[in-house]
């Protein structure tokens, strides 16, 4: 699981206490349901793929869809496409800038200024989004609240970040108000449980199974209430069958 903060899926918990979040309470129903033992291992982002694609760990929870990543891990897959009834949740990116900085988007083309560019947390796939459109990308820092500081204090003109985390953060750093988010949504992604190949070799015949017990197991009232919110942030997001 990656160490960066996400209400209401993942926060730090108390001093010294295990982390908290729906997706850990997704977890324990999960084995609850299953029978099968869960160990949880705190990592950054891009630690997280690592140890998946070296098969020193064997899932992770809410993770987007990108060819480079479905070389090494495996998704749910129906008819040789992913299988939209196994979406745990829809998010989206946006773009972030300061109200004077020369950012024009239309939903396809994003003009910056000359020299420019537009950052990126480590390891998010929407670097993989911004470069298929020939923008320049800078991938750094961890934090969202990092990227954010660094447009509040100039230090850069224009971010790509999750917006429901920055829609989490508005309450706790009200400045960020005064930041614009173009429109529209940079892009919309389904979240899904993902298992490295390692176990998908081991455990193949299982994984059905798994994926069906993690979507029973998402049903509680809180994850629904959650997951719902954004889609209904998004727009035209399709429905769950």
């Not at 745990?88 to 900085?101: E, T």
């Not at 990308?137 to 204090?153: D, F, I, W």
């Not at 490295?196 to 081991?202: L, V």
């Amino acid at each position: 699981m990656t160490d960066t903060p996400h209400e209401p899926w993942r926060s730090a918990g108390a001093p010294g206490g295990p982390p908290q979040g729906l997706d850990y309470e997704l977890l324990s129903r999960l084995a609850q349901r299953s029978g099968w033992q869960v160990k949880t291992q705190v990592v950054s982002g891009r630690r997280c793929l690592v140890e998946l694609e070296q098969g020193r760990a064997d899932a992770t929870v809410g993770l987007s869809h990108s060819a480079a990543r479905a070389a090494y891990l495996r998704y749910p897959m129906r008819h040789g496409q992913l299988d939209m009834n196994r979406v745990l949740r829809w998010d989206s990116y946006s773009l972030y800038h300061r109200a004077n900085a020369p950012v024009q988007w239309d939903g396809k083309l994003l003009r910056l200024a000359p020299g420019e560019v537009v950052e990126t947390l480590q390891g998010h796939s929407v670097a993989d989004d911004l470069r298929a459109l020939g923008v320049p990308v800078r991938e750094q820092g961890r934090s969202t609240e990092y990227a954010l500081h660094r447009l509040l204090h100039g230090e850069i003109s224009v971010a790509a970040l999750q917006t429901s985390h920055v829609d989490s953060l508005r309450e706790r750093l009200p400045a960020i108000q005064a930041l614009v988010r173009a429109q529209p949504p940079l892009r919309q992604r389904p979240y899904f449980v993902v298992f490295s190949a390692r176990f998908a070799k081991d455990h193949g015949a299982e994984l059905p199974a798994l994926w069906a017990a993690f979507d029973a197991a998402a049903r509680f009232p809180a994850y629904q209430r959650a997951a719902q919110q954004l889609g209904a942030a998004g727009s035209a997001l399709p429905e769950k069958r």
